[in-house]
């Protein structure tokens, strides 16, 4: 089967894509996008967490044709000439990242919060964060380094 899409802003095809491969499969093994993680398979963690069609998606159980012609952004998307984004250095900051394995998809997640509540109160970060497992950081500081961005943000 092959697919084309447009990944993190750049169309992109793959060709001989398995018929049963899911869209972490595809954007892992055919096209090289390693930032979302493989982990539970079972969409409980939300380490391979994507962006498709401005949806937040957990790409494990996305099969891979469904994002034939569609828009899928991934951590990959994030980097910048000028390095960390606010919600990257805000994470860090925070002591927020250990491991790194559960960052992209918390990455993703929060980032897709402020866009849609620039400013989110704690019960809310905690909501749009509950689809995302981190067994290292814990969520405190994780929440705290959202509700960081959020207030930075608002600042004029």
Do not use: W
């Not at 499969?25 to 069609?53: F, I, P």
């Not at 937040?56 to 390095?83: K, M, N």
């Not at 994470?91 to 998809?105: E, H, I, K, S, Y």
């Amino acid at each position: 089967m092959n697919i084309s899409l447009t990944l993190n802003g750049r169309t992109m095809k793959a060709d001989d894509v398995d018929p049963n491969a899911s869209l972490l499969d595809l954007l892992r093994e055919d096209l090289g996008h390693v930032g979302s993680k493989d982990a539970c398979r079972q969409g409980e963690c939300g380490s391979c967490t994507v962006v498709l069609e401005g949806q937040i998606v957990c790409s494990c159980l996305v099969h891979a044709a469904q994002a034939d012609g569609r828009s899928v952004e991934t951590i990959e998307a994030f980097p910048t000439s000028d390095g960390l984004t606010d919600l990257q250095q805000a994470l860090v900051d925070r002591g927020a990242v250990q491991c790194g394995f559960c960052t992209p998809g918390i990455v993703l997640a929060a980032r897709y919060l402020l866009e849609h509540t620039p400013q989110p109160g704690e019960d809310e970060v905690r909501t749009a964060l509950s689809g995302n497992l981190c067994r290292c950081t814990g969520y405190e500081a994780i929440v705290d380094a959202v509700l960081d961005v959020a207030a930075e943000r608002a600042e004029p």
